[in-house]
């Protein structure tokens, strides 16, 4: 991928950083987006251009303002002359059993999820259309099997997904569009998930472990640089979880 430019969105910290790498250590350049974590991001930039000057750069903006997305396309098309591919990675997470959901929560979870990707990659179309270019959605297996206390996520998450088959109908021929859906890789932040909780659902998975970053960035690296002939399509990387659920 030599460089091409690819834009990673929530590509400050855990996932997004590990994608942000894996892609680096292809050839590409790499626009990182960032909302709050300036610091990490510009870490991230730092380690890049030392291994390679003038291959990454940072962008904030809060996903949430749809206005602002051409704009996050327009500026890394400046600065790298170009768009290759995009990512759709941030994303909010967090509980919402029923009867606790409220407009916020909607804005939050359906806006990071489902509304800033289907924009974002509106905004980016013409660029990835000129160059055949590539979007890869990170989604989740409870897209398709919801978590229970997590209606709102998994409905946003399961949008998502819909919008990856939709997407690749509507830029198809000439940008292909899949998603990555990571089973357990990284525990939230929040900790959410207690130490019982996180056996459960290790348990639950056929290889009995759970997963790292580098394995849903390997996925994402594969879709945008080794798969051709493949769109429409999401990758469960979950150690076999959904054949155990």
Not at 193 to 199: C, I, K, L, V
Request: proline share 5%; glycine share 6%.
């Amino acid at each position: 991928m030599s460089g091409k430019t690819i834009l990673v969105t929530g590509a400050a910290r855990r996932l997004g950083s590990a994608i942000a790498r894996e892609l680096h250590a292809t050839g590409a350049n790499l626009m990182l987006h960032y909302r709050q974590a300036s610091a990490a991001a510009a870490a991230l930039a730092s380690e890049l251009n030392a291994v390679r000057p003038s291959s990454a750069a940072c962008l904030q903006a809060d996903l949430l303002d749809v206005e602002t997305l051409p704009r996050l396309v327009a500026d890394t098309v400046a600065h790298f002359g170009r768009l290759d591919a995009l990512v759709n990675n941030a994303s909010s997470f967090f509980p919402t059993p029923l009867g606790t959901i409220d407009l916020a929560s909607w804005d939050d979870l359906i806006g990071s999820n489902l509304k800033a990707p289907l924009f974002l990659t509106q905004a980016a179309a013409p660029h990835l259309i000129a160059v055949q270019g590539s979007v890869v959605n990170i989604t989740d297996i409870h897209a398709e099997r919801p978590l229970a206390a997590y209606p709102l996520y998994c409905a946003a998450k399961a949008g998502l997904l819909g919008l990856t088959r939709a997407l690749a109908i509507e830029l198809a021929p000439r940008v292909r569009v899949n998603a990555v859906a990571p089973g357990p890789i990284l525990w939230p932040d929040s900790g959410v998930f207690d130490n019982a909780a996180r056996q459960d659902i290790v348990a639950h998975t056929l290889l009995q472990r759970a997963g790292c970053p580098q394995d849903i960035a390997r996925a994402v690296c594969y879709l945008l640089n080794d798969a051709d002939y493949i769109t429409g399509q999401v990758i469960n990387v979950d150690g076999g979880r959904t054949a155990h659920l």
